[in-house]
């Protein structure tokens, strides 16, 4: 049977929403992410690569310690191990789905000094 979830009942703030793919018997775990100028997670790794899709807003991606753009539309795979970290970069806020291939994340935080 088809299960249906309301993002509310996953929501962990005003920026993300989390579904963990372990709690709902899931293969996959995403956040469903909005965030403002300038609000974004610090760097950080996993094992597994992460697919972002860009839906409204534009986000500064830093992989590797490249600059990348993204916009409305756009889809963003970040290569398993690579360091990377994404700021909201436009007046709007974004409106993303950040996609982990995996039921349990595991991710790595990186000092920012």
């Known amino acids: 049977m088809a299960k249906v979830i309301p993002v509310e009942s ?3 703030s005003v920026r993300s929403a989390l579904f963990d793919g372990s ?31 860009i839906q409204e807003g534009s986000v500064t991606f830093t992989v590797d310690g490249e600059e990348i753009e993204a916009g409305p539309g756009t889809i ?6 690579a360091v990377h970290s994404f700021k909201g970069s436009s007046d709007e806020r974004t409106r993303q789905v950040n996609i982990h291939p995996v039921p349990v994340m595991e991710t790595t935080w990186l000092d920012e000094g």
């Open 76 to 81: 963003v795979v970040v290569p398993p191990g």
């Open 10 to 12: 996953i929501r962990q």
């Open 23 to 53: 709690e709902q018997g899931a293969g996959v775990s995403f956040f469903v992410g909005s965030y403002a100028r300038g609000e974004g997670p610090g760097p950080h790794t996993h094992p597994y690569e992460e697919t972002f899709v």
